[in-house]
């Protein structure tokens, strides 16, 4: 009877234990609960049970009961599922032993680990899938572990199966949830906030919170060979703003394949700037290039999931690359406003120009002209020498008045722009340039008299215009060259002088006027190239694409 009863009891505590345990939905509770359960079931001193992980072959996780804590810090690193704990995972099959240590197959324990001889271990799977397994050592009273106890912790595995699987689908949908709501967010900001710092800010931090990651970074393009920190979630807020070189950073590289990338080690990843890693103070990493119609705006990039191992995952990366879309979208829209906006600014300036131009020439030219004719009518009545003398010099005076008006009403806007095209324009300003400066002026095109879109020509004239200006200002030369040209469905034009150069690492701000020229082209999809070298003279090709 006593018998009976005993295994009544041990058959109860199996009926309650799987209840508490497929109640459990916290997954790492629900491990320790199987742990506990096994042990009080066999009346084993100690029980583990280790988590196997995605590839199959080793043990991700490993809890255990029976052991303190005092003594598992004296163990130290927990076990990676060599020896026998490697043949359960790799035969999926119950195992029984009398003693542990005399096992051909055992590696050992290491020092600090407490004696241990009998042992069971049962694995747990559900449908073909692996979970892990439950080890099962020192049974009270030194006896061995019985083929009863290998059934009742079997039952539990099954049981525990069917609970590990429901607990991680229940994190899995508490974490898509949780993927949902922050991409709600995201597209709820998109639609009604204007500031792309705090968009972008937004997204790092929902991202690094999915992630668990230690550091999140939205890093754009700034200057010719920079990318500026526009975001920063994580543990290093010395970098926003701050600047990483394109040319020899991953960012860079990510950037120019335009593919997303992931490191589970950046100090043995060629591609790693390791001053750059250095300034983040990052181990492992994933890259994800903002897209935008097959172009590369930006990169956002995390750093060192938190936790015992730092690597990503597959399913981090898809969800890198689903926050990225949203980014690239913040960044895109931003850049079309920013763009409209200077393209007002830019259409009202030539707006502006064209009427005051009109006015000097058609109001203040006329004026001028009609006082000329006063001052020689005046000059030819009158009888006293001194009186005609002041009035020749007045003549003088206004004569030169209306020249300098005529000419700044040619630079507000040339008639001949708007009347012939650019060729006839950029020959009369290249006429009157070195009428004014004395400086030699070669002008050469293949244009001959076609006309180009509007836009165009006006940002082509007003870039020539501008570098002509910066060779006056700072140049030094003798010899400047104008060439007008197509290539490949683009028209280019070159301006080169033979002047003093500067040093373009050197230069900062915007004093030859380079920021303002690089706008007016993009706004037309074009491309400003400087090239420039101390006493080697200045090269300034603006190119435009023309169907």
């Known amino acids: 009877m006593g018998a009976v009863s005993s295994n009544e009891n041990r058959l109860r505590a199996l009926v309650e234990t799987g209840v508490a345990i497929t109640s459990e939905l916290s997954l790492d509770a629900l491990l320790q609960r199987l742990v506990e359960a096994a042990s009080e079931l066999t009346g084993a001193r100690y029980a583990a049970l280790g988590v196997i992980d995605r590839s199959g072959s080793a043990l991700e996780r490993f809890l255990t009961t029976g052991i303190d804590a005092e003594t598992h810090a004296a163990i130290g690193e927990l076990p990676k599922g060599r020896g026998i704990l490697g043949v359960l995972i790799r035969e999926d099959a119950s195992l029984r032993l009398h003693n542990l240590g005399e096992d051909p197959r055992a590696v050992g324990f290491p020092p600090n680990h407490p004696p241990m001889r009998t042992f069971l271990g049962v694995p747990i799977h559900l449908r073909g899938i692996a979970y892990g397994n439950l080890y099962l050592t020192e049974k009270e009273g030194g006896e061995d572990f019985t083929e009863e106890d290998q059934e009742l912790v079997e039952l539990l595995a099954s049981q525990a199966a069917v609970a590990i699987e429901n607990a991680r689908l229940y994190e899995a949908a508490t974490g898509w949830s949780k993927q949902l709501e ?12 204007t500031d792309l710092g705090r968009l972008l800010d937004l997204i790092a931090r929902r991202l690094r919170e999915l992630l668990d990651a230690r550091l999140v970074t939205v890093v754009l393009p700034s200057g010719d060979d920079e990318l500026r920190f526009a975001a920063v979630a994580g543990d290093r807020p010395e970098l926003p703003g701050a600047k990483i070189t394109r040319s020899t950073s991953k960012s860079g590289r990510v950037l120019e394949r335009r593919r997303s990338e992931r490191s589970d080690s950046v100090l043995d990843d060629p591609d790693v700037d390791h001053e750059a890693m250095r300034l983040i103070g990052a181990r492992t990493g ?14 956002l990039a995390a750093h060192d999931k938190l936790g015992a191992d730092a690597r990503f995952t597959d399913t981090d990366l898809r969800l890198a690359e689903t926050f990225a879309t949203r980014a690239a979208v913040a960044v895109d829209l931003s850049e079309r406003i920013a763009q409209d906006s200077l393209r007002r600014v830019v259409e009202a300036q030539e707006l502006e120009r064209r009427r005051l131009a009109r006015e000097l020439h058609d109001e203040t030219g006329q004026a001028l002209t009609s006082i000329l004719l006063g001052l020689k009518s005046l000059e030819e009545r009158s009888k006293d020498p001194a009186s005609r003398a002041a009035t020749q010099e007045l003549r003088g005076l206004v004569v030169s008045t209306l020249q300098d008006v005529r000419r700044l009403a040619v630079e507000l806007r040339p008639s001949a722009l708007d009347d012939f095209g650019l060729v006839a324009a950029l020959e009369r300003l290249a006429e009157s340039f070195a009428e004014q400066t004395a400086i030699s002026v070669d002008f050469q095109t293949a244009l001959a008299d076609e006309r180009l879109p509007a836009d165009v020509e006006t940002a082509l004239y007003r870039i020539v215009q501008e570098s002509l200006t910066n060779v006056v200002k700072h140049a ?8 007008l040209a197509r290539k490949e469905g683009a028209v280019k034009a070159v ?7 500067f040093d373009a690492a050197e230069q900062t701000g915007d004093g030859y006027g380079l920021v303002g020229m690089r706008e007016r082209l993009a706004l037309l999809g074009g491309r400003l190239e400087v090239e420039s070298t101390r006493d080697a003279g200045t090269t300034i090709a603006a190119e435009v694409p023309v169907r």
């Open 182 to 193: 922050s991409l709600n967010e995201v597209g709820n900001a998109l639609a009604t906030e």
């Open 286 to 299: 994933l890259w994800v290039p903002l897209l935008v119609r097959g172009r590369a705006i930006g990169v």
């Open 476 to 483: 030094r030369a003798r010899r400047v060259s104008i060439l």
């Open 495 to 501: 301006v080169e002088d033979d002047g003093q150069g």
